[in-house]
Nanobody
Framework: QVQLVESGGGLVQPGGSLSLSCLAS????????MGWFRQTPGKERELVAA????????NYADSVKGRFAISRDNAKNTVYLQMNSLKLEDTAVYYC????????????????????WGQGTQVTVSS
């Protein structure tokens, strides 16, 4: 059974930083694209960042480019999201997700392509 467990959310002031982690179990972690998504009330879940199985390719939402960084450690079955220069509009529940298909980056930006999800972690940016 696949499990994804996020950690690292919290309250931060505008301009601050937070680091999220997601520990995965249940499938061979190094074979799957991983993504970070976020969601606010009344809105659809949106991709924040995605990373290929080997970690060589990453993609970001335009709204976070230059501020956020996704990375992974396949030896630790963990994907990370480093968030810098946080803005009020970054406030959301953040989810990590694992792509449905091994060694695939197809439609990485589409939530429906991800088969497994973490429980979510709240990130609140507020002064």
């Amino acid at each position: 059974q696949v499990q994804l467990v996020e950690s690292g959310g919290g309250l931060v002031q505008p301009g601050g930083s937070l680091s999220l982690s997601c520990l995965a179990s249940g499938r061979t972690f190094s074979r799957y694209t991983m993504g970070w998504f976020r969601q606010t009330p009344g809105k659809e879940r949106e991709l924040v960042a995605a990373i290929t199985p080997s970690g060589t390719i990453t993609n970001y939402a335009d709204s976070v480019k230059g501020r956020f960084a996704i990375s992974r450690d396949n030896a630790k079955n963990t994907v990370y999201l480093q968030m810098n220069s946080l803005k009020l509009e970054d406030t959301a529940v953040y989810y990590c997700a694992q792509h449905s298909t091994a060694m695939s980056y197809i439609n990485f930006q589409t939530a429906s392509r991800y088969a497994y999800w973490g429980q979510g972690t709240q990130v609140t940016v507020s002064s």
